[in-house]
């Protein structure tokens, strides 16, 4: 079926270290993407997104690539800082509401 | 605070009980979502609900049943549960179901545990 996934479901990293998190998704007629990141004991929180037509967009410390030739998504994010500590999901649009992956927990150490 | 409200944030149920969970959005959206998070699962649709008229249900048992009074409530309402319910409910809210501007907004879940 149609889904959207996540290649790891940890990734640790160094505070000032840059951070890279990977999703697959199958669905190629997806033409929109999140990057939520949810805290412990909250809900998701989007982060940045991007359309099918772009194929790298760029927020505060944060990066989004996409590459639609190998349905693939990517998360970077610049000088971790161990506030980034969380649970990173990437989101598809399937036009009457968002897919999710399972997630990657991003764990930061000082 | 997200502009999306859940209540209670913790709750504790008997399998033979029945209890409501409730969503409140101030943000002016038109569609609302339940979401259902388990342990090492993603995120699992569970109904959508466009201009207060449900567009989706995603084969959801019946002992789920969602009620949308008007397009800033919405409630879950629980009944006969089982164990394997237990899981965090997150409510979101957008514009419009087909949203492809800063997608979602989410509350903080409700964390049920069904005994």
């Known amino acids: ?3 959207v996934g996540l290649h790891l479901p940890t990734l640790s990293v160094q505070e000032g270290d840059n951070s ?6 199958s669905n190629s007629a997806s033409d929109y993407f999140i990057w939520y990141k949810q805290e412990s004991g909250k809900g998701p929180q989007f982060i940045i997104d991007i359309r099918s037509n772009m194929d790298k967009r760029q ?21 971790t800082q161990p506030g980034d500590s969380a649970v990173y999901f990437c989101a598809e649009n399937a036009g009457t509401a968002l897919i999710f992956g399972k997630g990657t927990t991003l764990s930061v150490s000082s | 605070e997200t502009g999306v409200t859940q209540t209670p944030r913790h709750l504790v149920m008997g399998m033979t009980n029945k209890k409501s969970l409730k969503c409140e959005q101030h943000l002016g959206h038109n569609a609302m979502y339940w979401y259902k998070q388990s342990a090492k699962k993603p995120l699992e649709l569970m109904f959508v609900y466009n201009f207060k008229e449900q567009t989706e249900n995603n ?13 800033s409530h919405l409630f ?5 549960l089982q164990p394997e319910d237990s899981a965090l409910y997150l409510c979101a809210s ?3 179901p087909g949203q492809t501007t800063y997608g979602y907004t ?3 879940g409700t964390r049920l545990t069904v005994v």
């Open chain 2, 76 to 80: 879950l309402h629980l009944h006969t």
């Open chain 1, 20 to 25: 890279i998190i990977n999703c697959a998704y």
């Open chain 1, 59 to 79: 927020g505060q410390r944060v990066t989004v690539l996409l590459n639609k030739t190998v349905k693939h998504l990517s998360l970077q994010i610049a000088a």
């Open chain 2, 59 to 71: 084969s959801v048992p019946s002992r789920f049943s969602p009620e949308c009074p008007n397009s």
């Open chain 2, 94 to 96: 957008s514009q419009d």
């Open chain 1, 1 to 3: 079926g149609e889904s």
């Open chain 2, 106 to 108: 989410f509350g903080s």
